[in-house]
């Protein structure tokens, strides 16, 4: 019998809408599934009074790579907002990320020098290579910046002490000895005008789509309708998790509608001290500079993963790590023993290759399969 799909895409977040983009240029049939009840995936925006609401967090699009930035620009081209989040310890505000803004709020030193001296006396107890996050953290800025800006957050966040922390996390921060709060280094960035669901209705346009499905409970049926398989979902669910289970972080949004034009004046406040049980409050109508009467906002909880819950964040540690790297040998042999007639399956995005991927590198992983499979 012939097979009726190419593709069967699981999950319906930006790996996969790259691959039914490209796979319908290259005149393939897709079939989408999503467990959830919308197309999009993290970056899926609820439009409540007028506001594109980020529903599963806050989704700055940044780029360094002028092909990716084109390429998402012909989708729906993005707006001029730069990410410069404001850290709230106690009611002390700082700017973000750390740079002479913070510096001076700090410590009040005005010059590079000034700020460079201070940081060295606060890094005097580290020795040699940082062993964990908090020496990291510690050796690139110093411990009053540690202690209001960085510990709290980070253990929230990582439901971990500092200590049990790999140091690459925070390594994703600028540090800058000049003033610039925008958050992010790359050459490009912004917010998609009108949402991520312009690029994303884009992406999925002529694949034919099943939401509220979840695979692998018809994964009998569903492979028999299509050629080969893309899986985005959690590898270890994948395989039930026979080779243990791999540690993620979850979220909690708790999302108002308030009758006021601006509740604090910026996109992101982070809540940087240890009893905020939140970690920041997204006020979503800064996205897109939005003027109108209403505004909604986003608490966000960090909260311990436990089985059915959404994972949200790969912990790539050592222990995952090595977990991971079984799964994906397993996943290889599993397309060699492949039987005549059985889909290959290609795992994926930020939870099939279990990978702290932002939208950009999801992008480029998508390309990199589409250039070797459509070619
Ligand atoms: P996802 O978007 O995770 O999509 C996977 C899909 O698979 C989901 O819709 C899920 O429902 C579905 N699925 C899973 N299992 C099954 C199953 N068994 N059956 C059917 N469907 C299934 N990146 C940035 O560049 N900038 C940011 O500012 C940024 N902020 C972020 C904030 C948060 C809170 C989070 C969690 C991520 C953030 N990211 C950001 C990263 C970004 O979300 C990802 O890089 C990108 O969305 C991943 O796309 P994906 O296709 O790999 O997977
Ligand atoms: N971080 C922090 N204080 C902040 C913001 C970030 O200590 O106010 C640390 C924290 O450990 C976090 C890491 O920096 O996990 C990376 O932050 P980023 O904002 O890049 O994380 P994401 O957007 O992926 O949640």
Same mark, same amino acid.
């Given at each position: 019998?012939?097979?009726?799909?190419?593709?069967?895409?699981?999950?319906?977040?930006?790996?996969?809408?790259?691959?039914?983009?490209?796979?319908?240029?290259?005149?393939?049939?897709?079939?989408?599934?999503? #467990?959830?009840?919308?197309?999009?995936?993290?970056?899926?925006?609820?439009?409540?009074?007028?506001?594109?609401?980020?529903?599963?967090?806050?989704?700055?699009?940044?780029?360094?790579?002028?092909?990716?930035?084109?390429?998402?620009?012909?989708?729906?081209?993005?707006?001029?907002?730069?990410?410069?989040?404001?850290?709230?310890?106690?009611?002390?505000?700082?700017?973000?990320?750390?740079?002479?803004?913070?510096?001076?709020?700090?410590?009040?030193?005005?010059?590079?020098?000034?700020?460079?001296?201070?940081?060295?006396? %606060?890094?005097?107890?580290?020795?040699?290579?940082?062993?964990?996050?908090?020496?990291?953290?510690?050796?690139?800025?110093?411990?009053?910046?540690?202690?209001?800006?960085?510990?709290?957050?980070?253990?929230?966040?990582?439901? #971990?002490?500092?200590?049990?922390?790999?140091?690459?996390?925070?390594?994703?921060?600028?540090?800058? $000895?000049?003033?610039?709060?925008? $958050?992010?280094?790359?050459?490009?960035?912004?917010?998609?005008?009108?949402?991520?669901?312009?690029?994303?209705?884009?992406?999925?346009?002529?694949?034919?789509?099943?939401?509220?499905?979840?695979?692998?409970?018809?994964?009998?049926?569903?492979?028999?309708?299509?050629?080969?398989?893309?899986?985005?979902?959690?590898?270890?669910?994948?395989?039930?998790?026979?080779?243990?289970?791999?540690?993620?972080?979850?979220?909690?949004?708790?999302?108002?509608?308030?009758?006021?034009?601006?509740? %604090?004046?910026?996109?992101?406040?982070?809540?940087?001290?240890?009893?905020?049980?939140?970690?920041?409050?997204?006020?979503?109508?800064?996205?897109?500079?939005?003027?109108?009467?209403?505004?909604?906002?986003?608490?966000?909880?960090?909260?311990?993963?436990?089985?059915?819950?959404?994972?949200?964040?790969?912990?790539?540690? %050592?222990?995952?790590?090595?977990?991971?790297?079984?799964?994906?040998?397993?996943?290889? %042999?599993?397309?060699?023993?492949?039987?005549?007639?059985?889909?290959?399956?290609?795992?994926?995005?930020?939870?099939?290759?279990?990978?702290?991927?932002?939208?950009?590198?999801?992008?480029?992983?998508?390309?990199?399969?589409?250039?070797?499979?459509?070619?």
């Amino acid at each position: 019998m012939d097979k009726k799909y190419d593709y069967l895409l699981v999950g319906a977040g930006l790996f996969n809408g790259v691959i039914s983009y490209y796979a319908r240029k290259a005149g393939k049939s897709c079939l989408v599934v999503d #467990k959830r009840p919308e197309l999009g995936g993290n970056v899926y925006c609820e439009e409540i009074e007028g506001i594109n609401v980020h529903k599963y967090g806050a989704h700055i699009f940044h780029t360094n790579d002028r092909k990716i930035w084109d390429f998402v620009n012909s989708l729906g081209e993005c707006n001029r907002y730069t990410n410069s989040p404001i850290a709230n310890y106690k009611g002390e505000i700082y700017n973000l990320p750390f740079n002479m803004n913070t510096f001076n709020r700090m410590w009040g030193v005005i010059t590079p020098d000034e700020a460079r001296a201070k940081i060295e006396s %606060q890094r005097a107890s580290i020795k040699g290579e940082p062993k964990n996050l908090e020496e990291q953290a510690i050796s690139l800025v110093g411990e009053d910046i540690y202690r209001k800006l960085i510990k709290g957050y980070t253990e929230k966040q990582w439901g #971990k002490d500092c200590k049990e922390l790999p140091s690459f996390i925070i390594k994703r921060l600028p540090v800058r $000895y000049y003033y610039d709060n925008n $958050y992010f280094n790359d050459r490009y960035q912004g917010i998609p005008e009108g949402g991520y669901n312009v690029w994303i209705n884009k992406l999925f346009e002529g694949a034919d789509i099943r939401l509220n499905t979840n695979f692998l409970p018809h994964r009998e049926e569903l492979s028999k309708l299509c050629k080969n398989i893309i899986y985005t979902g959690p590898i270890d669910e994948y395989f039930d998790f026979s080779e243990g289970e791999l540690e993620y972080r979850s979220l909690r949004f708790e999302t108002e509608l308030l009758d006021k034009a601006d509740y %604090q004046g910026n996109a992101v406040v982070n809540y940087t001290d240890r009893e905020t049980p939140y970690t920041r409050i997204i006020e979503h109508k800064h996205f897109e500079f939005g003027k109108g009467d209403k505004t909604v906002i986003t608490k966000e909880y960090p909260v311990d993963f436990e089985k059915g819950m959404e994972p949200y964040y790969p912990v790539n540690d %050592q222990k995952n790590q090595e977990i991971y790297k079984r799964y994906k040998e397993k996943a290889e %042999q599993m397309n060699k023993d492949r039987a005549d007639g059985k889909p290959r399956v290609i795992f994926g995005g930020r939870l099939g290759a279990y990978q702290y991927y932002d939208m950009d590198k999801v992008i480029a992983a998508a390309f990199e399969f589409c250039e070797e499979e459509f070619k």
